[in-house]
């Protein structure tokens, strides 16, 4: 599996980030795995965003208070983050992941443990 992620490297705050990670090598139907987004702030571990299942059914970490948004496209295979009222607390490395686990705000995040990792892509917001 390879996942690649595009989107923009600014963003003003208040403001709504859109990322899009393509998908190959395997689909997003596939029962095997779940898909997630991550980020990594400075100074800062992993920290999980969400998580879209086979079914198309998502989970958010509740710290994010309800701002982040997972959907998928079946036909283009990619799946989309939406990120609202962001703020320069929010700037950080974003980067969709496969995974053979649900993950909750408990999981301990260790790239070993993941079946694929994008490269990721660096979000500053800043005015």
């Known amino acids: 599996v390879e996942l690649l992620e595009a989107g923009p490297g600014l963003v003003r705050p208040s403001q709504t980030l859109s990322l899009v990670c393509a998908v190959s090598?395997?689909?997003?139907?596939?029962?095997?795995?779940?898909w997630s987004w991550l980020r990594q702030r400075p100074g800062l571990g992993p920290e999980w965003i969400g998580t879209?299942?086979?079914?198309?059914?998502?989970t958010y970490d509740p710290a994010l208070k309800g701002r982040a948004t997972i959907s998928r496209d079946l036909v283009n295979q990619q799946l989309t983050l939406e990120l609202s009222s962001m703020s320069p607390e929010d700037s950080a490395t974003y980067r969709c992941?496969?995974?053979?686990?649900?993950?909750?705000?408990?999981?301990?995040?260790?790239?070993?443990?993941?079946?694929?990792w994008g490269r990721g892509i660096q979000v500053t917001v800043s005015s």
């Open positions: 992941t496969a995974q053979t686990f649900p993950i909750t705000p408990l999981t301990a995040i260790r790239r070993p443990d993941f079946v694929a």
């Open positions: 090598g395997d689909s997003l139907t596939t029962t095997r795995f779940y």
């Open positions: 879209v299942e086979y079914t198309g059914k998502t």
